[in-house]
């Protein structure tokens, strides 16, 4: 399980970068540190693959409403 979170914390990594340059400097590094966090915490409550489908979908959506935001201000 242990490969599997690693994984995880990769491609939740890979997946902050999509967030626009301003917005990624100010808050990838608090993002990846709570999504460990939560991670090992869920994995713990056996709870890791819903919390991270969760997540990715959550974090996707907000990136692309930072991008509207980009757009529209």
């Known amino acids: 399980m242990e490969y ?3 994984t995880i914390r ?18 990838s590094e608090s ?7 939560l991670c090992r915490e869920k994995q713990d409550e056996g709870r890791l693959s819903g ?4 997540i ?3 974090t996707a959506a907000g ?3 930072e991008h509207i935001r980009l ?3």
């Open 4 to 6: 599997n979170r690693k």
């Open 31 to 37: 993002m990846g540190q709570t999504f460990n966090d």
């Open 51 to 54: 919390f991270v489908v969760w």
């Open 63 to 65: 990136i692309m409403g």
């Open 10 to 27: 990769v491609l939740y990594k890979k997946l902050l970068t999509f967030y626009p340059p301003s917005f990624r400097e100010r808050f």
């Open 71 to 73: 757009i529209v201000d």
């Open 56 to 58: 990715f979908v959550e």
